[in-house]
Nanobody, 122 residues
Framework: VQLVESGGGLVQAGGSLRLSCAAS????????IGWFRQVPGKEREGVSC????????YYADSVKGRFTISRDNAKNTLYLQMNSLKPEDTAVYYC????????????????WGQGTLVTVSS
């Protein structure tokens, strides 16, 4: 059971990136899943999560209107399209299976990827 993130990199403020999270060893469409990010010295925060059953989504207030979460069950992959990036979006981004609470929050569970670094320059 493994999650592998990719797609991070260096981008200028206002730019875009698309992160991918490829699952292996389990079928992604059976699980609620999401993205988290962490800056050194700060707590990991939930960015966006998506339900396996009804497409419910959660977005942190800081990314609403700029980030879009999606899943391609045929490819067993989760995505995060990040537009209008800001320097404060700089962090290591992780995907994980989650428990989704309506559309108001989500909590990471047992399976985590290794992370991909996103750096947004001003």
């Amino acid at each position: 059971v493994q999650l592998v993130e990719s797609g991070g990199g260096l981008v200028q403020a206002g730019g875009s990136l698309r992160l991918s999270c490829a699952a292996s060893g389990f079928t992604l469409d059976y699980y609620d899943i999401g993205w988290f990010r962490q800056v050194p010295g700060k707590e990991r925060e939930g960015v966006s999560c998506i339900s396996s059953s009804d497409g419910r989504t959660y977005y942190a207030d800081s990314v609403k209107g700029r980030f879009t979460i999606s899943r391609d069950n045929a490819k067993n992959t989760l995505y995060l399209q990040m537009n209008s990036l800001k320097p404060e979006d700089t962090a290591v981004y992780y995907c994980a299976n989650v428990e989704l609470y309506g559309s108001s929050s989500c909590r990471g569970l047992q399976v985590w990827g290794q992370g991909t670094l996103v750096t947004v320059s001003s």
